[in-house]
């Protein structure tokens, strides 16, 4: 199993927001997890690691790159459940991090998570 820090760490990384509220930062953490433990570790974690500034409840991202759609997303057909709002699904779309692959998503929720909505 992927290391859910480094996986936080890299979604927050690769996320196309110039800033989120904290509620919309741990919305898209949840994806990975919902204990607020590792939460709270995985946005310590970006900050110690340059990788977003957190002040007044915003997290700034700090980005260097963005998820390629074409490269980084991949889709399966099969009997999913989006990781973000529970939809049932019969193609799901992974997002490809060095960490590991995280998903599934639905072709919104994959927007969402990685700001492009």
Do not use: Q, Y
Not at 16 to 39: F, G, K, M, N, Q
Not at 40 to 56: S, V
């Amino acid at each position: 199993m992927s290391d859910p820090v480094e996986m936080g760490c890299e979604l927050l990384e690769n996320c196309e927001d110039d800033s989120l509220e904290l509620s919309e930062a741990v919305d898209r953490l949840e994806t990975i997890t919902t204990d607020p433990h590792l939460t709270r570790e995985i946005l310590d974690t970006a900050e110690k690691r340059g990788i977003i500034a957190r002040e007044d409840g915003l997290i700034r991202p700090k980005r260097s790159t963005f998820v390629s759609f074409e490269s980084e997303v991949v889709t399966k057909e099969g009997d999913f459940t989006c990781r973000r709002c529970g939809a049932g699904l019969s193609t799901g779309h992974f997002i490809r991090f060095e960490s590991g692959e995280h998903g599934p998503f639905g072709s919104s929720c994959i927007r969402k998570v990685t700001g492009r909505e």
